[in-house]
């Protein structure tokens, strides 16, 4: 067997051979099926992206249509799965209420049949319709209050956005929210996709590939950094604070959130896009003086770490745009998953397709040949 070199974070090594989406870290490019995100950010909307990422090619006009319909009557979800979310504490962060809500689901649609095309169809059309759902159910219950009903005549985003509050979206929100979901809906081989397929890889149902993915993406190594971005802003508190704070974090060797990346070496393309939406905001609805902050750190980080390639990724202005809209903080990783359940899907139906269980190896460091101590002489 060939003895190759260990890697912490597997870093480097490749973990499948995929189509679906494709990273130039040096350039920052970003690529969906071979289509430039900056591209599809413009013309296309979540649900579209996410046949393309799924299916593998953008869909016709009629079945797009057809997709856009089922999702849109499949946003409900059963009594029980509300009734079991009543039960969760108040307290509790919305990333584990989502985890549990989603493999929950997988006991209700328990009949797994993976080699049928229907039953992969329809638990796509279900997750993609329903984590909205759960996420703006558990949104309003954690407030004391009944969940929303969805709206069949608003389109995926504003009904989103609807369900959060009771109250219709203003249109400019509502695209620029679909396009934030363009961009988180994948992102190659990232933690949390690599958790979906290793989940995936085992036949399990896709709820609980799901579950798995949304329980990896909500550490603040990943999708959480987001609402520790804007945590580190409120406690910077304005623009003359920027440069002691940075010059803190690195004296202290600790991270600045929304910033540096495994594959970007520069500007994350999807912060680019971010920031010009986060502008669209504050023109229509106000500046916001978080936004001073975050480019007088932008400014500075790249003084300071430029060299090593440390650039804002894509959390650093998604935050920013998500507090606009009046979000709360600790929704916005699950507004990642939100849209990242597409990507995971599109890896599930690809590891589906040549599927070979995951079992890497270690390398051992530990001890031999040990003698057991009893527990009253240890
Ligand atoms: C994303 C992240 C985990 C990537 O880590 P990584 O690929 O292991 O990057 P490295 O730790 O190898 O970074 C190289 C150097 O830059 C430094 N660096 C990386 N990100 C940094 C950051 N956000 N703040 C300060 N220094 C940073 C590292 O300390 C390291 O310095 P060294 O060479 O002196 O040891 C890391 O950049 C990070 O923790 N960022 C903050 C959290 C975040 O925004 N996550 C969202 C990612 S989309």
Redesign the pocket.
């Known amino acids: 067997m060939m003895v190759c070199e260990y890697k912490p974070?597997l870093?480097g090594i490749p973990a499948a051979q995929s189509s679906i989406s494709y990273v130039d870290g040096q350039k920052g490019i970003l690529e969906y099926r071979g289509i430039r995100i900056e591209e599809l950010a413009e013309k296309s909307t979540f649900l579209e992206t996410a046949y393309l990422l799924i299916w593998g090619k953008l869909p016709s006009k009629e079945e797009l249509e057809t997709f856009e319909h089922e999702v849109r009557y499949h946003r409900r979800i059963k009594y029980r799965i509300r009734d079991m979310m009543k039960c969760f504490p108040e307290s509790g962060h919305p990333m584990d209420a989502l985890q549990a809500s989603a493999a929950a689901l997988g006991l209700f649609y328990s009949l797994r049949d993976l080699h049928n095309p229907v039953y992969i169809r329809d638990s796509v059309v279900r997750l993609i319709a329903t984590i909205p759902t759960m996420v703006a159910a558990f949104q309003l219950m954690r407030k004391g209050n009944d969940p929303v009903r969805p709206r069949d005549d608003l389109d995926y985003s504003a009904n989103f956005l609807y369900m959060l509050d009771e109250r219709e979206p203003d249109p400019l929100m509502a695209r620029i929210f679909d396009i934030c979901l363009i961009l988180q809906v994948e992102?190659t081989m990232?933690a949390s996709t690599f958790s979906a397929r290793v989940t995936a890889s085992t036949l399990t149902d896709p709820y609980a590939v799901v579950a798995s993915a949304v329980g990896t993406l909500g550490g603040?190594?990943?999708?959480?950094?987001?609402e520790?971005?804007i945590q580190m802003l409120e406690k910077i508190g304005s623009v003359e604070n920027v440069r002691p704070y940075i010059e803190d974090?690195?004296q202290s060797?600790?991270?600045?959130?929304?910033?540096?990346?495994?594959?970007y070496k520069v500007k994350?393309p999807r912060a680019i896009i971010l920031q010009n939406l986060a502008e669209q905001l504050f023109e229509k609805f106000g500046h916001d003086k978080f936004y001073d902050i975050a480019q007088e750190m932008e400014l500075v980080?790249e003084e300071k770490?430029g060299s090593?390639?440390?650039y804002p990724?894509?959390?650093?202005y998604s935050g920013l745009v998500y507090r606009k809209m009046g979000i709360p903080t600790d929704l916005f990783t699950p507004i990642f998953a939100i849209a990242r359940v597409a990507g995971w899907l599109a890896h599930w139906k690809e590891q589906l397709a040549e599927n070979r269980i995951f079992r890497p190896t270690q390398v051992y460091n530990g001890l031999h040949e040990i003698t057991y101590t009893p527990i009253d002489k240890r």
Request: charge should be neutral; hydrophobic fraction near 35%; proline fraction near 3%.
């Open positions: 974070g870093e992102h990232n603040p190594l990943h999708g959480g950094a987001n520790e971005v974090c690195l060797k600790s991270k600045i959130m929304g910033f540096g990346h495994r594959v994350d980080v770490l090593k390639g440390i990724n894509i959390d650093f």
